[in-house]
């Protein structure tokens, strides 16, 4: 199973976000986006398609119909400056990650 | 709040074998809610999974991977580990151990801080 992100998404502060994450009938499994800003381990966003785990603010947000997953970040500021990397299960037991984006605040 | 602490030698002779543990703050190896695994990052590169192990003690290893990795779990040291032989300078990565939360759908959450293993002689 493949995952394709586009490998960059570059936008003003105050601008919305949305970064797309294709996958075949992805709309039937269950998506997971993380960010990594340089030098720092991954940190989950946004898990199962739309939901977000405390602590992460509410201009984080997911949907996921058809062949696509979008994270969609609203007033987007300099500390979103990340790569951000979607991810599913395939067979129940292996993971797969996206090729992830690089969101550039201009 | 939970915290994943990799360690291991940071380099690594070609052909032999890598081995890197992950310790846990709390008792999360010990509850069914959780699963465990290991992605690792070469440079300037994007993620890639290496491995799963369940609660029940099964394990998933990614295809490629397969013949050389082993993920084991010990909760009386709450401490997870990885064995990967035969490496390469291929094998150079940022290596991370996170928590599968499967409540939250299977998500990885948290990750360790990783550790940079560098195959070279």
Known sequence: YVLTQPPSVSLAPGQTARMTCGGRNIESKSVHWYQQKPGRAPVLVVFDDSDRPSGIPDRFSGSNSGNTATLTISRVEAGDEADYYCQVWDSDSDVVFGGGTRLTVL | ?121
Do not use: H
């Open chain 2, 1 to 121: 709040q939970l915290q994943l602490q990799e360690s291991g030698p940071g380099l690594v002779q070609p052909s032999e074998t890598l081995s890197l543990t992950c310790s846990v703050s709390d008792d999360s190896l010990s509850k069914n809610r959780y699963y465990w695994g290991w992605i690792r990052q070469p440079p300037g590169k994007g993620l890639e999974w290496i491995g799963n192990i369940y609660y029940n003690g099964n394990t998933y290893y990614k295809a490629s991977l397969k013949s050389r990795v082993t993920v084991s779990v010990d909760t009386s040291m709450k401490q997870l580990s990885l064995k990967l032989t035969s490496v390469t300078a291929a094998d150079t990565a940022v290596y991370y151990c996170v928590r599968i939360v499967v409540p939250a759908a299977m998500s990885f959450d948290p990750w360790g801080q990783g550790t940079q293993v560098t195959v070279s002689s």
